[in-house]
């Protein structure tokens, strides 16, 4: 009779904590995030003397991720392609656009809290696509893969919605043609700011 009554015991408190437990309930999620990105101040030289800066751009991110165990999940980003203006000594030469896919590990601190950090390590690939210049020369920039990193915070409103902050930081190395001549060669690596809102299921 002791030993049923402690089982049960040891059962309800096992169950307890598992239901307390956001991350162990829910092992997929989608995060939606408002997404700052901000390009190397000092990405290159083109034709070796031109000085280039990039904009920054603004745009909606989507994150898709599985857990692999209660600690860790394989994150997916995507979103809306980015468009960035790229300047040569402080004057606008084109703009271009890219889709960014990354694939990223991610290792979660605190899976059982309300509030749980994670790091992230991944690989990115960059499509670079429409891109103008502004006198009418043919640029092309080269496609572009690298490592990326991540790191981010979530707070459990409730066992299914999370609010948060995530930042990753993106290898991103190109080189640049203009009119079939090579050019020079721009590192980009880009910053990602992202307010995030979060769906566990």
Do not use: W
Not at 131 to 142: C, F, M, R, Y
């Amino acid at each position: 009779m002791k030993k049923t009554i402690l089982c049960t015991s040891l059962a309800l408190t096992v169950s307890t904590a598992i239901s307390a437990s956001p991350l162990l309930s829910h092992d997929k999620y989608l995060r939606f995030g408002i997404t700052q990105i901000e390009a190397d101040k000092h990405p290159g030289l083109l034709f070796n003397s031109v000085e280039t800066s990039i904009g920054e751009s603004y745009r909606p991110t989507l994150a898709m991720g599985l857990f692999l165990s209660d600690n860790i999940s394989l994150d997916l980003l995507a979103g809306i392609p980015p468009q960035h203006n790229f300047y040569g000594d402080g004057v606008k030469l084109g703009s271009t656009k890219y889709l960014p896919p990354t694939l990223s590990l991610q290792y979660h601190f605190k899976p059982k809290g309300n509030i749980n950090p994670y790091l992230g390590i991944g690989y990115n690939y960059v499509y670079f696509y429409d891109t103008d210049s502004t006198d009418g020369s043919d640029v092309d920039l080269s496609n572009s893969h690298g490592i990326a990193f991540n790191a981010g915070l979530e707070y459990f409103i409730n066992n299914k919605i999370t609010l948060g902050f995530d930042y990753r930081y993106v290898k991103v190395d190109s080189d640049v043609k203009i009119n079939d001549a090579d050019a020079g060669n721009l590192k980009i690596d880009p910053s990602l700011y992202s307010l995030t809102l979060a769906y566990h299921f």
